[in-house]
Structure formats: C-alpha cells, structure tokens
C-alpha cells in the first residue's frame, strides 16, 4: 500500500497569511507515460462530506478560488493558502490514486485562525 | 444536479450484518467508478472499497476484505455495501463517492455523499 503522511497535523495561522501543508507518498505517484502526478486534495468542514480542492497535484477544481494552489511531483506535495480566509478554517486531506487496488488518504491537517 | 444520498446506517450488535445503499442521480452512474469511504468520529478519512462501472472488478480495503462486499445496480442507479462480522472499529460515518473515471482508474472523487453512520456496540 501507499502511505500518505501529511504534516502538520494542525496548523493556526492569522487572517490574510499563508498556510502551508505538507504530504508526503511513501513510493512514487508520478506515472512516467503520462508525466501526471496522481495527487488530489480535499478540504473538509465540520460536519460536512470532503470537496474536491485540486487533482494531478496542481489542476484545481473548478470553482475552488484561486488562493489554493497545489504543487510538487514524485513523493513531495503541497497545498499551500495563499491569504487564508475564515471559511478555509478546516481539515485537509491528500489522496494518492496511482494505485490500481485503491487509493489512500493521509492523516489531515486542522487549519485554523491564530 | 449531482446527488448522492446515503442510506442503512445505524446502531448494530459486534458480529451483526448491515447494508448501506448510496442513490445516485444527475449523471449516468453506469459510466462511473463508485467508492465507499468511511470516518470514524474524530479521525482521518479511510477508503474502504471500490468497484468499476458495470461492477466486473471490486477492491477493499484489508481491514474489511472477506467481510465486506460492495455493488452496484446500474438499472437503480444505487451503490451497495453489505456488511457483514461487524466489529466496533467499523464504528464510523461511511461516504459514498464518485470517482472521475469511466474506464481505467481509480482516480479522485468529485461527488461525495453526506454520509450515514454506523455504530457497532452492544
């Protein structure tokens, strides 16, 4: 299986400022045939299902503002806020689909307001 | 409108079998890879099964392979979980999700249900 380790498990940073979430794939997401990395990112609030945030590491969904931004390639990504809102207040998820037998989530980062 | 709307859950004995049904509409859910993910209160998201769109190929997860068997009927447009020798760390809110490919995957989800949990205690 492939691992997903995110960091850090939570992070508290000001009204206007940059959030910054790490995750980490214990083997290689990026397919050679195709050059894409199969990396995708959610965001969750309380209470509510994940929403799709950003696929093959960087493409955002549509919709999603443009203060989210995903970057990386291989076994190195992150999803990074550029002026963080109070409705980003949240947990992030990355997910690996390169696997065939099924995909994995890392553990989550809590984002909140310091 | 994509919708996914979930349904079965709720409180079951340890050993105890429960089906969840996951109604799809405003897409062709025939064309459509479908996942189970589940969250226990408090925790990470866990992906727990997939199947392919005409429901030829099934995955799981190793924590509920040989217990649990997901579904489809693509004439009802609904997703099934059956599950079977419950335990109490399947305790969890379970998602139903659509995943984006048709053909080759599994690839990211962008539909998800809001979820029905279940509860496994005595």
């Known amino acids: 299986d492939i691992v997903m380790t995110q960091s850090p498990d939570s992070l508290a940073v000001s009204l206007g400022e940059r959030a910054t979430i790490n995750c980490k794939s214990s083997?290689?997401?990026?397919?050679?045939?195709?050059?894409?990395?199969?990396l995708a990112w959610y965001q969750q609030k309380p209470g509510q299902p994940p929403k799709l945030l950003i696929y093959?590491?960087?493409t955002r969904e549509s919709g999603v503002p443009d203060r989210f931004s995903g970057s990386g390639s291989g076994t190195d990504f992150t999803l990074t806020i550029s002026s963080l809102q109070a409705e980003d207040v949240a947990v992030y998820y990355c997910q690996q689909y390169y696997s065939t037998l099924g995909v994995t989530f890392g553990g989550g980062t809590k984002v909140e307001i310091k | 409108e994509v919708q996914l709307v979930e349904s079965g859950g709720g409180l079951v004995q340890p050993g105890g079998s429960l089906r969840l049904s996951c109604a799809a509409s405003?897409?062709?859910?025939?064309?459509?890879?479908m996942h189970w993910v589940r969250q226990a209160p408090g925790k990470g998201l866990v992906w727990v099964s997939r199947i392919n769109s005409d429901g030829s190929s099934t995955s799981y997860a190793d924590s509920v392979k040989g217990r649990f068997t997901i579904s489809r009927d693509n004439a009802k447009n609904t997703l099934y979980l059956q599950m079977n020798s419950l335990r109490a760390e399947d305790t969890a809110v379970y998602y139903c999700a659509k995943d984006t490919t048709m053909i080759a995957g599994p690839s990211y989800f962008d539909y998800w249900g809001q979820g029905t949990l279940v509860t496994v205690s005595s």
């Open positions: 083997q290689s997401v990026l397919y050679s045939s195709n050059n894409k990395n199969y």
């Open positions: 405003g897409f062709t859910f025939s064309s459509y890879w």
């Open positions: 093959w590491a960087s």
